[in-house]
């Protein structure tokens, strides 16, 4: 079956840095995607991986490992306004298939 | 804005009413798709578009009635729904189905009374 698993809660203080995992089981593979999400607004899109390593966007950065089922977010320096959730989505690369969504990491950050 | 608009923003309904929701992309995307967000559980999809044929139901309840008339409009007709309908209902495109990022407009929070 398809399953995608992420903590529910995280908690940070503002500076630190803070690392949310997520790990899949998918039948087939052909990306993995970060969202964020914050209260009642649309997801927006974070980072994409679809080859083994870590890409790197400013304070955000992602890693996959293909062979273990798994990646990361790491978000440094944070601030007051990366309070929200993100959200791991897998496309699994079937024709006709969508992103397979994890349930999202919900992460507060305080000062 | 990501450029995908979606109307209205916010909808009460009673069971026995009908209504459609509104999504329009401004990207030049070819693929387009509806999500219902419930709290507590992943986003799931529902449908999915590409070049305004449906290529994808994901065992949606018929009172959900997708129509795509072209590459850049979606809606979703809404009738005889059920309380444990009330949800955000997102829409998405992406430049096509097996590559490209999904981008999402800000939903639509549906109530069903």
């Known amino acids: 079956g398809q399953n995608i698993d992420q903590p529910t809660e995280m908690t940070a203080t503002e500076g630190a840095i803070v690392q949310i995992n997520c790990t899949y089981q998918?039948?087939?593979?052909?990306?993995l995607f970060w969202y964020q999400q914050h209260a009642g607004e649309a997801p927006t899109f974070l980072s994409y991986?679809?080859?083994?390593g870590l890409e790197e966007k400013g304070r955000f950065s992602s890693f996959l490992s293909r062979s273990k089922g798994y990646s990361y977010l790491l978000l440094k320096e944070l601030q007051m306004k990366d309070s929200a959730s993100y959200l791991c989505?897998?496309?699994?690369?079937?024709?006709?298939?969508?992103?397979?969504f994890g349930k999202g990491t919900t992460l507060s950050v305080s000062s | 804005e990501t450029g995908v608009t979606q109307t209205p923003r916010h909808l009460v309904m009673g069971m026995t009413n009908k209504k459609s929701l509104k999504c329009e992309q401004h990207?030049?995307?070819?693929?387009m798709y509806w999500y219902k967000q419930s709290a507590k559980k992943p986003l799931e999809l529902m449908f999915v578009?590409?070049?305004?044929?449906?290529?994808e139901n994901n065992s949606v309840p018929s009172r959900f009635s997708p129509e795509c008339p072209n590459s850049s409009h979606l809606f979703l007709h809404l009738h005889t729904l059920q309380p444990e309908d009330s949800a955000l209902y997102l829409c998405?495109?992406?430049?096509?189905?097996?590559?490209?990022?999904?981008?999402f407009g800000p939903g639509t929070r549906l109530l069903v009374l």
């Open positions: 990207l030049g995307h070819n693929a």
């Open positions: 578009y590409n070049f305004k044929e449906q290529t």
């Open positions: 998405a495109s992406s430049q096509d189905l097996l590559s490209g990022t999904q981008y």
């Open positions: 989505a897998v496309r699994r690369g079937q024709a006709g298939t969508a992103l397979i």
């Open positions: 998918t039948s087939g593979f052909n990306g």
């Open positions: 991986n679809v080859l083994d």
